[in-house]
């Protein structure tokens, strides 16, 4: 029997929609039409999206949210330079909740 690797991660109130396409579609389409909020940061050295989740969410589990909100694939490593539209968690889970 296999597990998924968020299992354990806190659900966000976003039930089964935990890192799926929907959720990730979600967010990108909140995100172009301007109604989810969020800052900007820019990826330094040798930082990874779940390093930066980590220190802004408090949960490195969360990167997927970074990632779909700044159109960025599935890999965490990104070059450093990249620009990272960092959402705020209580409204993606808002969103998806």
């Known amino acids: 029997m296999a597990f998924s ?3 354990r991660s806190p659900k ?6 935990f890192g799926t396409s929907i959720a990730i579609q979600t967010i990108r389409s909140a995100m172009a039409a301007g109604t989810l909020s969020y800052t900007i940061d820019v990826l330094r050295g040798a930082e990874r999206l779940d390093t930066v989740a980590g220190s802004v969410y408090g949960d490195g589990r969360y990167w997927w949210v970074i990632a779909a909100a ?9 070059p450093a330079g990249t ?14 909740g």
Request: proline share 3%.
């Open 83 to 96: 620009e990272l539209r960092i959402p705020d968690i209580a409204a993606v889970a808002k969103l998806l």
């Open 12 to 17: 966000l109130s976003l039930g089964t929609q």
């Open 5 to 7: 690797r968020y299992a």
């Open 70 to 78: 700044s159109e960025i694939g599935w890999g965490m490593q990104v």
